[in-house]
């Protein structure tokens, strides 16, 4: 059983910049893809970023493409999410993911686990 938990989150101004990180336990790297999704107030969990357990190949949505960069670091088994040129419609819960192995990781039927989530709040 993989457990992930999210930190990073805050409030930013429009222009600006956040990190978010996810620590998970155990094997989960080594086992799991690794996404990050986010789910904004009355909307659905929408992906945003994906890695391979390589960390060979990436994927974004293509919303924040350019913007956001999604990295791993296997030695402190921690994910991130860098968050560049935010705006007010990337304010959303934002959640780490570990999948991969039945669906695609993009797609949130392909998540096997889920963080508790951080805010992200962009004021204009």
């Known amino acids: 059983q993989a457990q992930l938990v999210e930190s990073g989150g805050g409030l930013v101004q429009a222009g600006g910049s956040l990190r978010l990180s996810c620590a998970a336990s155990?094997?989960?790297?080594?086992?799991?893809?690794m996404a990050w999704f986010r789910q904004a107030p009355g909307k659905e969990r929408d992906f945003v970023a994906a890695?391979?357990?390589?960390?060979?190949?990436?994927t974004y949505a293509d919303s924040v493409k350019g913007r956001f960069i999604i990295s791993k670091d296997n030695a402190k088994n921690t994910v991130y999410l860098q968050m560049n040129s935010l705006n007010t419609e990337d304010t959303a819960v934002y959640y780490c993911?570990?999948?991969?192995?039945?669906?695609?990781?993009?797609?949130?039927?392909?998540?096997?686990?889920w963080g508790q989530g951080t805010q992200v709040t962009v004021s204009s």
């Open positions: 155990g094997r989960t790297f080594t086992t799991y893809a």
């Open positions: 890695i391979s357990r390589s960390g060979g190949r990436t």
């Open positions: 993911a570990a999948g991969g192995t039945r669906a695609p990781i993009t797609e949130v039927a392909g998540t096997d686990y």
